[in-house]
């Protein structure tokens, strides 16, 4: 839009020179700046066919003609040189981190880009480290898209009886790593895997009676599939693909086949029959026209908003963060009950106000209302978003806090173990979310005294912090000191005093000396060098063989579990405060209680990653270096 806004502006807010000027005068000034269609009043139109190829316009040599393709083009240029860095800004800071192609368009739609970016999105955080997840997760929206394009082409010439055996044709060529898939045969197709025997006639002449099918479909190769794929990025998202094959593309930018299939079957609508397929065979094709088992239409549509309940839920949280709790409560409660008036019993809103009451439940100290009210939420999610759903991923991680919270042990890591296998179907290993799932999964094992495997789930999450948020970062300096712990559990004082010395450093660069983390830091590292020098002294006597040369028991104590809890809501960005809501609807005191971190702001989303002051801010300080170190 440029500076069109802001001369429009002036032009209302400076006063006419000449005193007949009327306010129609004043508006037609402003109407002319802002590129409004009519001259009398603001009219900002956008026609999408501006720009069509194919299309026959009335006068392409008007004025108006000419003004509708300059507020298109201002649009865009909008979008480029304002949206996009905003929304790579958001992406740098962590505030936001789209798990799949669901969640990215949803992102981008929320800030009115428009999916045809995807490839000037690309080509910018291409340059960035930090989001190289971001990187992957464009490029694979851009195939899958442009599978769809080709599909729609691609299925229609094809009859209702080759239907099964085009479309494993089709994904063979996109999918697999056999050279030269080629189509079932005419009687495969219509036996379908069955006999042949006695009714293998009648088959004949019900299909000859229909006419000859038209095969062109069968003449696909994988070549001509990647090459009509890249041409199709090229032309729709002016992005260059790298690679002419599934096996190159996938090694080029580390993307994952299952996660391709995933999304392409969600938007074309392909039911497949659950088994393992193997996509790296060179011998046989990966998928057969029995592992077809529906099509469904995927129907575009704009989901009804109830906007009194989400009026009363974004009140209800602007009450909670302003401390009022019983008022926040009350208001969403009442949304609670007016989206289950609008929508009925089974809805995503009514499963994230659920998800709300929870955690508000969970902060009050009431950790089995939070639980009921989680399993609630996670059932719904399940019904309304599917199982393998972002917003499903992140219910089960609720769930899993609160049921460690409330001492189910095997409960709360088999939901973790399923998130986190959910997070590297959807999208693999090298994402920020899989940071907090590795944390989480490290500190309840660590807890239950299973040092080793808690240590490469540490490591792993250490890793994928510091490539995401930075060596330097909050975040990381938590990962360093929650590996330190671990490794002073196993005896290995001195690893545990090389990560120690990390948390220690990054604390010192970011407050001082003088701030409470650093000096508890300094605590741990002090007892962790006591023990190191003790274990040493320990093996130099029994390496001499001195009277003394005993190996002494190490002062090892497994962390509690209030200390490892501790710990989860921390990096969950779960603050505690004891009152609870019973009490609050009794009595409560607005200037005496507040709660510094509130839930997603609203109902249909939730960032479930925490920002770094965060992590500095909600842990007990320890009492000595001893008991940090546990």
């Known amino acids: 839009m440029g500076d069109m806004p802001t001369e429009a502006a002036k032009a209302l807010a400076t006063p006419s020179k000449d005193a007949g000027d009327s306010h129609r005068d004043v508006v037609t000034r402003s109407a002319q700046l802002s590129g409004s269609l009519s001259d009398l009043e603001f009219d900002v139109r956008f026609n999408p066919d501006i720009y069509s190829e194919g299309v026959t316009h009335a006068d392409p040599n008007g004025a108006?003609?000419?003004?509708?393709?300059?507020?298109?083009?201002?649009?865009?240029?909008?979008?480029?040189?304002?949206?996009?860095?905003t929304l790579i800004s958001e992406c740098l800071e962590h505030n936001i981190a789209p798990l799949d192609g669901y969640t990215l368009t949803e992102v981008l739609h929320q800030r009115g880009i428009n999916m045809r970016y995807l490839g000037v999105l690309a080509n910018v955080v291409s340059t960035a480290p930090p989001l190289s997840y971001l990187h992957k997760?464009?490029?694979?929206?851009m195939v899958i898209r442009s599978v769809k394009h080709l599909f729609k082409t691609y299925i229609q010439g094809v009859s209702?009886?080759?239907?099964?055996?085009?479309?494993?044709?089709?994904?063979?060529?996109?999918?697999?790593?056999?050279?030269?898939p080629q189509p079932p045969k005419a009687d495969d197709e219509l036996n379908n895997g069955h006999s042949k025997k006695k009714k293998g006639k009648k088959r004949v002449r019900y299909v000859s009676a229909l006419g000859h099918d038209n095969t062109t479909w069968a003449n696909l190769t994988p070549l001509d599939m990647?090459?009509?794929?890249?041409?199709?990025?090229?032309?729709?998202?002016?992005?260059?693909?790298?690679?002419?094959?599934?096996?190159?593309?996938?090694?080029?930018?580390?993307?994952?086949?299952?996660?391709?299939?995933?999304?392409?079957?969600?938007?074309?609508?392909?039911?497949?029959l659950l088994h393992e397929y193997e996509f790296d065979s060179k011998h046989k094709p990966t998928f057969t026209e029995n592992d077809i088992v529906n099509i469904f239409p995927a129907v575009k549509h704009i989901n009804p908003i109830a906007s009194d309940a989400y009026h009363f839920f974004q009140s209800g949280q602007a009450k909670i963060q302003q401390g009022l709790l019983r008022e926040g409560f009350?208001?969403?409660?009442?949304?609670?009950?007016?989206?289950?008036?609008?929508y009925g019993p089974m809805h995503p809103e009514i499963a994230a106000c659920m998800r709300t009451l929870a955690r508000l439940h969970y902060l009050m100290g009431e950790q089995n209302e939070a639980l009921d009210l989680q399993q609630k939420a996670v059932m719904m999610s399940e019904r309304c978003n599917g199982v393998d759903h972002p917003n499903t991923i992140t219910e089960y991680m609720h769930l899993a806090l609160y049921c460690f919270a409330t001492s189910q042990l095997t409960s709360a890591l088999k939901l973790m173990y399923r998130a986190r296998y959910l997070i590297l179907l959807v999208f693999g290993e090298d994402h920020p979310e899989m940071a907090q799932c590795d944390s989480n999964i490290g500190l309840v094992l660590h807890g239950v005294g299973e040092y080793d495997l808690a240590l490469k789930f540490l490591q792993k999450?250490?890793?994928?912090?510091?490539?995401?948020?930075?060596?330097?970062?909050?975040?990381?300096?938590l990962s360093y000191h929650l590996v330190a712990r671990v490794h002073s559990c196993r005896g290995d004082f001195r690893s545990a005093l090389r990560n120690e010395k990390e948390t220690y450093a990054v604390y010192k660069e970011q407050f001082g000396e003088n701030h409470e983390k650093t000096k508890e830091s300094s605590e741990v590292l002090?007892?962790?060098?006591?023990?190191?020098?003790?274990?040493?002294?320990?093996?130099?006597?029994?390496?001499?063989?001195?009277p003394k040369a005993a190996m002494r028991p190490l002062p090892i104590t497994p962390p509690s579990m209030n200390s490892v809890l501790d710990t989860l809501n921390m990096i969950n960005g779960i603050f505690l405060i004891p009152v609870s809501i019973r009490g609050l609807q009794k009595k409560v005191d607005p200037n005496t209680k507040a709660i510094e971190a509130a839930p997603s702001?609203?109902?249909?989303?939730?960032?479930?990653?925490?920002?770094?002051?965060?992590?500095?801010?909600?842990?007990?300080?320890?009492?000595?270096?001893?008991?940090?170190?546990r």
Not at 237 to 262: E, N, P
Not at 330 to 342: D, H, K, S, T, Y
């Open 601 to 629: 702001a609203t109902p249909s989303t939730e960032n479930a990653t925490t920002d770094d002051a965060s992590e500095t801010t909600q842990s007990e300080p320890t009492t000595n270096g001893e008991e940090a170190a």
């Open 64 to 85: 108006r003609f000419q003004k509708e393709k300059k507020l298109v083009r201002d649009a865009a240029r909008f979008v480029v040189v304002n949206q996009i860095p």
């Open 160 to 180: 209702m009886v080759s239907l099964a055996a085009a479309m494993s044709h089709y994904l063979n060529c996109f999918l697999s790593s056999f050279p030269n």
């Open 330 to 342: 009350e208001l969403i409660n009442e949304a609670l009950n007016l989206f289950n008036n609008v």
């Open 226 to 272: 990647w090459t009509n794929i890249k041409n199709e990025i090229k032309d729709y998202f002016h992005f260059d693909l790298k690679g002419d094959s599934v096996d190159t593309v996938c090694h080029k930018y580390k993307l994952q086949r299952a996660t391709l299939l995933r999304e392409l079957c969600i938007k074309i609508g392909i039911q497949l």
């Open 526 to 546: 002090s007892y962790l060098t006591q023990q190191a020098v003790t274990l040493q002294k320990t093996m130099n006597e029994i390496r001499k063989g001195g």
């Open 137 to 141: 997760l464009c490029v694979s929206e």
């Open 461 to 477: 999450a250490l890793d994928i912090n510091n490539r995401y948020h930075g060596p330097k970062s909050l975040k990381a300096a």
